[in-house]
């Protein structure tokens, strides 16, 4: 008997240390488990049991034997406590399933989990002995156990590691790609593989505003309804990212289109467009790390493709500005290139352009008869528009002083042909005149231009006969002229308003008294000293403002 | 530059793109070329065999989310085969093995698509 006692429990130790052998040598959890169970059921020869562990403070089934499904799914959901096996549900659930022996599976600070096994195939009850053998078992196993449990919860922090790096790999490759130059289609068809490829979507859409248009980049939802219920909501106002809830809650018709997230694309702020997502395929849903992803992306992309606007735009502003100088040097070579010289006279002029291309003009066109026609005029407006008229303005000139026409008449024409050829209400100040070289006569006709100024004798007469300015309607009222018989030393100052409303820093304006002041003073010098006088004068009181409007001036000294 | 090529061949009806190099997002449109030339071609019987390629990144998986629903619409298929275990930890990560069928080697991969005739 005290061999058998010996023998037996020689046997016992030698399975005990197999046993140990065999569940150290694995980390696997449900080999370890199976080979808990397996042993104690062979050892005790029970033909059902069942393992549950502590899985973060709740004990969970993790293995069993000779129990249908069904039976399992009733376990009851209890803390995983020290005295747990005293719980009154568990037992309760150990009765329903016919487990008489329990023993907890204990660490040393902690319950592992439990071990239940069902009666035992020769219907003995577990006797202290079995009971014992099965503590032993148990210590044996925790530690195996309670690594496996360890190396799994590593395993799925590397996991959440890994997947942290690839997010972060796919956000450093998409801002290298979505460099300055990028396409914006490139950058948009990039941003749309990124995130299905990353959320396995097949239903989304890219959203860009432009003003209060949409612009519907890429779609894999219906286009027509999905638009027609974005204008039903304030989708501009989409200044958050809205997760599955917060789209079923606050825009269920776009919910039922299978719509769950909805994340803005964001400059600074403003929303510029929309990222629309739907269910991801594998059924999982959008986390929160998730849609804050997506809101990385998505400003990556908008951020690039905004620059790429911008750049383009600075790109056609530069080619603007150059066809507008272009366009300023066309204007300076409609204006005289040499003044002509007369026994009686001495002329200067200047033409100075502000920024853009202007509507200021002068010009003194030769006549056969010995003397010319000099022709003063501001165009409405700046830029292209009034430039283009100028140079209409020019061509009329040029031909009507061929024609001999009375110069009142043919400002009358000049009139009809500027009115005829202008809708938009621009019209033009013009003041011509002919200066005779043979009986110092100046003829001329004032159609609405700052009057300009004759100094004779330390007095200012002003030429204001004429009419209304050009281009506003046809000549009903003919236009008058005035011949003045100058005199030796009279001198005649012509000017455009960028003279006497030149600005300076403090928005104050030149003024016709300061012109009419200092041309009184300059009286006695050449044309051309005037002339130089005057610009510099203005230049001074401007000091350094910006020029904003043309500046013309033609000086006319009697010799 | 990060290399990545492709070449297509064809095993019966199937046609299988075997790729090389780096797929993201810089060289995924060479992928997308391929399937939309494929799917042009009404080949839509489709092995894509990784065992050159070294790494992927979301972009370049996009392009297989952006192609598989036309070519499952038109009974066709894209399996994947011949992965390096790091290129299958991506596809794993994001979830893909419950979508696409992946194999070990291309000839298995192929073969699944005649079994099924």
């Not at chain 1, 997010?167 to 068809?189: D, H, I, M």
């Not at chain 1, 002329?347 to 003009?361: E, L, P």
């Not at chain 1, 003194?364 to 010995?370: A, F, R, T, V």
């Not at chain 2, 499952?72 to 794993?92: A, C, P």
Request: with cysteine; proline share 2%.
């Amino acid at each position: 008997m005290q061999d058998n006692d010996n023998l037996k429990a020689k046997r016992n130790l030698t399975a005990l240390v197999e046993f140990s052998r065999v569940i150290n040598s694995s980390l696997d959890l449900n080999f370890i488990l199976n080979n808990v169970l397996l042993t104690c059921l062979g050892k005790f020869l029970a033909t059902r049991g069942v393992i549950a562990l502590n899985i973060s403070g709740k004990l969970q089934i993790k293995s069993y034997k000779g129990i249908s499904e069904e039976s399992i799914s009733l376990f009851p959901n209890i803390d995983a406590s020290e005295d747990c096996t005293e719980n009154d549900e568990l037992k309760n659930f150990f009765t329903d399933n016919n487990l008489l022996a329990s023993e907890k599976i204990s660490s040393s600070n902690e319950c592992v989990g439990i071990v239940c096994l069902g009666e035992k195939l020769n219907k003995q009850d577990y006797s202290k002995d079995d009971l014992d053998f099965l503590k032993t078992i148990l210590n044996i196993a925790a530690s195996a156990i309670q690594n496996s449990l360890i190396v799994e919860e590593l395993k799925l922090v590397n996991r959440e590691l890994d997947s942290r790096i690839q997010r972060l790999s796919s956000l450093f490759e998409l801002s290298k790609e979505f460099g300055l130059f990028s396409e914006s289609t490139k950058v948009t068809r990039l941003l749309i593989f990124s995130l299905i490829g990353q959320f396995l979507v097949q239903k989304y859409a890219l959203l860009r505003f432009e003003g209060n248009d949409i612009e519907v980049i890429e779609p894999k939802l219906p286009v027509e309804e999905l638009l027609s219920n974005l204008r039903k909501i304030d989708y501009h106002r989409i200044d958050a990212s809205l997760n599955k809830e917060q789209v079923a809650l606050l825009f269920p018709s776009l919910y039922s289109m299978g719509i769950e997230v909805i994340v803005p694309m964001q400059i600074q702020g403003r929303t510029k467009g929309l990222i629309i997502l739907g269910r991801r395929i594998n059924n999982v849903d959008y986390t929160d790390a998730d849609i804050e992803f997506i809101f990385s992306v998505g400003s990556l992309a908008i951020i690039s493709m905004e620059n790429r606007r911008l750049f383009r735009e600075a790109l056609e502003k530069q080619k603007m500005e150059e066809e507008l100088d272009l366009a300023r040097e066309i204007q300076r070579n409609l204006l005289p290139q040499k003044i002509p010289v007369y026994k009686n006279f001495d002329i200067a002029a200047v033409n100075v352009s502000s920024k853009q291309v202007g509507g200021d003009y002068y010009d003194i066109i030769e006549l056969d008869n010995d003397g010319c026609v000099v022709a003063i005029a501001d165009v409405s407006g700046k830029g292209v528009p009034a430039s283009l008229l100028m140079a209409n303005m020019q061509a009329f000139l040029q031909v009507i002083c061929r024609q001999n026409v009375p110069l009142d008449e043919a400002t009358g024409l000049i009139n009809d042909l500027i009115s005829k050829n202008t809708a938009d209400g621009k019209f033009i100040t013009f003041f011509w005149g002919i200066l005779n070289n043979i009986d110092m006569t100046f003829k001329y006709v004032n159609a609405g231009h700052n009057p300009p100024l004759l100094i004779r004798d330390g007095k200012i007469i002003k030429l204001e006969i004429g009419g209304m300015i050009l281009g506003v309607m046809k000549t009903i009222l003919p236009y008058r002229s005035e011949k003045i018989q100058l005199m030796k030393d009279d001198v005649l100052v012509m000017f455009t308003d960028g003279i006497s409303e030149a600005m300076n820093k403090k928005s104050e304006e030149f003024s016709d008294e300061a012109l009419e002041k200092l041309s009184l003073e300059m009286a006695s010098a050449s044309a051309e000293t005037i002339l130089k006088e005057i610009q510099s004068e203005v230049q001074r009181f401007t000091d350094g403002a910006n020029q904003s409007d043309d500046i013309t001036l033609v000086v006319i000294k009697v010799k | 530059m990060a290399e990545f090529n492709t070449s297509i061949k064809n095993q019966g009806a199937v046609s299988i793109i075997n790729l090389k190099g780096y797929l993201d997002a810089h060289t995924a449109p060479i992928l997308e070329n391929n399937f939309v030339d494929l799917i042009e071609k009404s080949c839509y019987q489709i092995v894509v065999d990784f065992k050159d390629l070294a790494y992927i990144s979301s972009a370049g998986l996009g392009v297989f989310m952006a192609y598989i629903e036309k070519i499952r619409d038109s009974k066709g298929d894209i399996k994947l085969s011949g992965m390096s275990d790091k290129v299958y930890n991506i596809f794993d990560l994001l979830g893909f093995p419950l979508l696409y069928e992946i194999f070990k080697s291309e000839d298995e991969a192929v073969k699944k698509f005649t079994e099924i005739k």
